[in-house]
């Protein structure tokens, strides 16, 4: 192998596809692309990575799939396959989104809750990557950390916590 497999996309199970990429425009602002309207829509945050200088680099920024549960897309079966629900307890995946500069942890937590989202933390300094996180988990039971990196400044509050 001359270079690594890397990674294309996330996908996002849902009972309501559409409801759940308007949940994401508006909580992280990112574009609603409707692929198969109500099955399978893309979630674009456009831009792309940062170069070491802070620049824009040529990497743009992942995207993100929404499913519907029922009918997981793609599948040679148009009429999908079991099981056809969200999964209900215990782990699983979740995502990490870097907040932008120009928005804060406070607006999407607020905007995430408002839309029916369970917040499961706030304030919470994870030294390992050196960031302040923040997490929620969505209306369809997908948990999402939001992520700002320097968390070790001197002006962020003695009260968080911190591992």
């Known amino acids: 192998m001359t ?3 890397f990674l294309a996309y996330v996908d996002f199970a849902s009972t309501d596809v559409s409801a ?3 949940f994401y425009e508006a909580v ?3 574009k609603h692309d409707r692929q198969m309207e109500g099955l399978y829509h893309r979630m674009l945050p456009g831009g792309f990575f940062a170069a070491s200088d802070g620049s824009d680099s040529e990497i743009r920024h992942l995207h993100m799939g929404i499913f519907d549960a029922a009918n997981a897309r ?4 148009p009429e999908g396959v079991e099981p056809r629900a969200l999964a209900n ?3 699983r995946a979740r995502i990490w989104v870097e907040v932008s500069p120009d928005d804060s942890h406070d607006r999407i ?3 995430a809750e ?5 917040v499961l933390w706030r304030n919470h300094i994870f030294t390992c990557f050196g960031g302040l996180t923040d997490a929620f988990r969505d209306p369809w039971g997908n948990e999402v950390v939001i992520w700002t990196e ?3 400044r001197p002006d962020l509050p003695a009260h968080m916590t911190r591992e």
């Open 114 to 118: 408002t839309r029916g989202a369970t």
């Open 109 to 111: 937590i607020a905007e």
């Open 150 to 152: 320097n968390a070790d």
């Open 20 to 22: 759940t990429g308007e």
């Open 74 to 77: 793609p599948h040679p079966d």
């Open 28 to 30: 992280l602002g990112w």
């Open 89 to 91: 307890d215990g782990r």
């Open 3 to 5: 270079r690594p497999n």
